[in-house]
């Protein structure tokens, strides 16, 4: 019983797990690509596609970007635009110059709620060379997205959706609506949250959509969901599972011609949430395991944000690293090969159940509120975060929760030079003007200590870095525990910290705590002698 885990997500892990666990999962008697696709949309292997992001500002330069990323192993663009509205058919026609359509996923992504790029987008290829049914895309249409951060929803955003959703339906693999669930992951939701309320987000579209007449496999094809991946390793890996289990029951309750709609397409994209400006290269490990985690759980698609995207322009180097990381898990683990490679776990198939059983129970209390819109409204989903996120905050400050380098084992010799403004240590706040509603902050965990360490090394430009000096004494084993301890403590808020092997006598540990300058003194010894 000591060793039972109660997770964030409500539910409490075993150590361990046997045969006779999995006897009521009645989902494992179904084959990969096969209703309810828990274990996968595809029948015979875990292909998927490698995407990295294109800030475009200029067309022709990130055109030049895409071929040259293209021949590096992605095999999906996501152009990232500042404004759609005012994009032309010639625009795109130098975007997408020489790329072949049917070769490489593209996907628009637009922070407005403009249908532009998607309608552009379908003219653009039925009226050029390509095989309609072969090109894979997506457009980030998501209106009510755009309300959980601004809080303004204007009340003909979704219908507007339809025309948009009908004039693409040349393009049979083009995805025009997307549910960001990262946008949850990234302001401290749980993993259950992040489900649930991505959930009934999806419910809401199809709701909304179905009401004005539109066909329900038309609508669920052309949904995509959007999840940030956290470093909760194996949850991540059920996450995605139960993801596919619970929309496959959801859109099945529509009553659609084919059970093919009902398969949940995901986009998988490595969380900020828990990535850190100090000792960015552990990012790096981070970003790894997260992308197992996608890979292993069924993505359709995989971005692995370079380390250093929290703070600066991305370089080659980050940009290139961050593909690799991917072209390790296909050409070298072969992660690709096998259909559903975590079939038959104990740990992972009871996680999955448990996950959906949570997942499913708070998708139907905002049902019960009336749907996502309404329980926005009504400020249940943000409470609901906002009292996750406090939670997982106060863990980080404690450490129970650890973020390597930052709250835990800092770099001591690490010092930042480069001047940051105040928004890199404080949650981005999207609210527009006039916004009827309380939004969503996406935020860091590891902000609050990044703040308290770099005060520290801008006050330390001009004056004396603080010293905290390890008086350590008596007792081995104590000491240099408390040692330990003391040393990480000090140093995550970026003070200089001289640590000892011990001092004979108290006379001869004063001397030394004098000559070194120290600032504070911390008497590391056994309670005994203390």
Not at 42 to 48: G, P, R
Not at 300 to 314: K, Y
Not at 336 to 356: F, Q, R, V
Request: with cysteine.
């Amino acid at each position: 019983r000591a060793l039972v885990w109660k997770t964030y997500e409500g539910f409490k892990v075993r150590p361990y797990y046997r045969e006779e666990n999995l006897k009521d999962l009645n989902y494992l008697d179904t084959l990969p690509g096969e209703f309810p696709f828990v274990r996968g949309n595809k029948k015979t292997n875990n292909d998927w596609l490698v995407r990295q992001n294109i800030f475009v500002s200029d067309f022709a330069e990130a055109n030049k970007k895409a071929l040259d990323v293209l021949g590096k192993g992605v095999t999906s663009l996501g152009f990232l635009f500042s404004e759609c509205n005012k994009i032309t058919k010639e625009d795109l026609a130098i975007l997408l110059k020489d790329i072949c359509l049917e070769a490489a996923e593209i996907n628009l992504v637009c922070p407005t709620d403009s249908s532009n790029c998607a309608k552009l987008f379908a003219e653009y290829v039925s009226e050029g060379k390509w095989n309609n049914d072969s090109v894979v895309a997506s457009a980030s249409l998501d209106p009510i997205g755009s309300f959980v951060l601004k809080g303004k929803l204007d009340k003909k955003a979704i219908s507007r959706l339809k025309p948009t959703i009908e004039k693409s339906k040349v393009l049979p693999k083009f995805r025009t609506i997307a549910v960001h669930g990262k946008f949850f992951a990234n302001s401290g939701s749980s993993i259950v949250q992040e489900l649930a309320f991505s959930l009934a987000q999806g419910a809401e579209y199809l709701t909304q959509l179905t009401e004005l007449g539109m066909n329900i496999d038309d609508v669920a094809k052309s949904i995509k969901f959007n999840f940030g991946i956290g470093n909760n390793y194996f949850m991540e890996i059920a996450k995605l599972r139960a993801a596919r289990l619970l929309w496959a029951q959801i859109v099945k309750a529509y009553e659609p011609e084919s059970d093919c709609s009902a398969k949940l397409i995901a986009h998988s994209e490595t969380s900020r949430f828990n990535k850190t400006v100090y000792d960015p290269y552990v990012n790096m490990l981070r970003t790894q395991t997260e992308a197992m985690s996608a890979v292993l759980g069924g993505a359709h698609s995989v971005t692995v944000l370079p380390f250093n995207a929290i703070f600066e322009e991305t370089t080659e180097f980050s940009e290139r690293i961050a593909r690799n990381q991917q072209a390790l898990l296909k050409e070298e683990s072969y992660l690709d090969k096998i259909a559903d490679p975590s079939a038959g776990s104990y740990y992972i198939e009871n996680l999955t159940a448990s996950l959906a059983d949570e997942a499913w129970e708070l998708f139907l209390n905002l049902q019960e509120k009336g749907g996502f819109i309404a329980a926005f409204n009504e400020g249940f989903i943000q409470a609901e975060i906002k009292a996750m996120a406090a939670k997982r905050d106060k863990n980080i400050a404690l450490r129970r929760e650890n973020l390597l380098g930052t709250n835990q084992f800092p770099n001591f010799t690490e010092k930042i030079d480069t001047e940051f403004d105040g928004s890199l240590f404080e949650a981005a706040d999207l609210t527009e003007e006039g916004a009827e509603v309380e939004t969503l902050k996406p935020y860091r965990g590891a902000q609050a200590f990044e703040a308290l360490r770099y005060t520290t090394d801008v006050y330390s430009k001009e004056n004396k870095r603080p010293l905290a000096f390890m008086f350590t004494i008596g007792n081995l084993t104590f000491r240099k525990a408390r040692a330990q301890f003391s040393c990480n403590f000090f140093a995550v808020a970026g003070f200089s910290v001289i640590d000892n092997n011990g001092f004979a006598t108290v006379e001869e540990g004063v001397a030394a705590a004098k000559a070194a300058g120290a600032d504070i003194v911390v008497v590391c010894s056994s309670d005994d002698e203390y």
